[in-house]
């Protein structure tokens, strides 16, 4: 079946560095989306890309879609605490349904101040 | 408008014991999901409904795992009988579907202790 990868696992850094996540799956991706997860908390929705090589921003968070359709990546720029928690992507294989949401692993944020 | 409620929001039980929890997604999402997540780890897709009907429950452990979306609403999942390892975050997401998928919102979840 999917997989869904993500590196690394966790991630220590000082506040104002940047930080960046990587998500790779098994399979081509219809689409990918992105959540952020605090913790005790429960995974929130950043985001959602759709077409190859798409590059959205939202403030000093970077996403890209991979032109496979098979990587993803969550830059973030001059990392803040409030950025602190876990980043999932999150995505349906392109073989079946849109709506079949296979999580990766995630990458725990840790920013020290 | 309300976000998806599930309760218990704690459940602590006996291993052997049945348990069951219970998700009211937001209204006018037809696909419902059933998440368990583990410490440290992502998500892990337990039951998909699209509607009333579960599409997707090929990582359902159906020995002891049921779930049900009556009316194509509200759902429960029951665990019968739990085990240890069962302990874990269950949570349940709704989407509005479509066909290039939509975002899920999820509920708080229900962490479930087995002792």
């Known amino acids: 079946g999917q997989q869904v990868m993500q590196i690394p696992q966790y991630q220590h850094v000082q506040e104002g560095e940047d930080f960046t996540t990587y998500c790779n799956s098994s399979t081509t991706l219809s689409n990918i989306q992105w959540y952020k997860q605090r913790p005790g908390g429960h995974p929130v929705f950043l985001i959602q890309?759709?077409?190859?090589?798409e590059v959205k921003k939202q403030k000093r968070l970077t996403f890209q879609f991979g032109e496979a359709k098979k990587n993803s990546s969550l830059h973030i720029t001059a990392t803040q605490t409030t950025d602190v928690g876990t980043y999932f992507c999150?995505?349906?294989?392109?073989?079946?349904?849109?709506?079949?949401?296979?999580f990766g692993s995630g990458t725990q944020l840790t920013v020290l101040p | 408008e309300a976000g998806v409620v599930q309760s218990p929001r704690y459940k602590i039980i006996e291993k052997k014991q049945p348990v069951a929890f219970w998700c009211n997604p937001i209204s006018g999402h037809n696909t419902l999901y059933w998440y368990r997540q583990n410490l440290g780890q992502g998500p892990e897709l337990l039951i998909r409904?699209?509607?009333?009907?579960?599409?997707?429950d090929s990582q359902l452990p159906k020995d002891r795992f049921s779930a049900e979306r009556l009316k194509g609403v509200d759902s429960t999942l029951k665990i019968q009988p739990a085990e240890l390892g069962d302990s874990a975050v269950y949570l349940c997401a709704s989407s509005r579907g479509g066909s290039l998928g939509s975002e899920a919102f999820f509920g708080q979840g229900t962490r479930l202790t087995v002792v």
């Open positions: 409904y699209e509607n009333e009907e579960a599409v997707d």
């Open positions: 890309l759709v077409k190859s090589g």
């Open positions: 999150a995505g349906p294989s392109s073989s079946g349904s849109a709506r079949q949401l296979t």
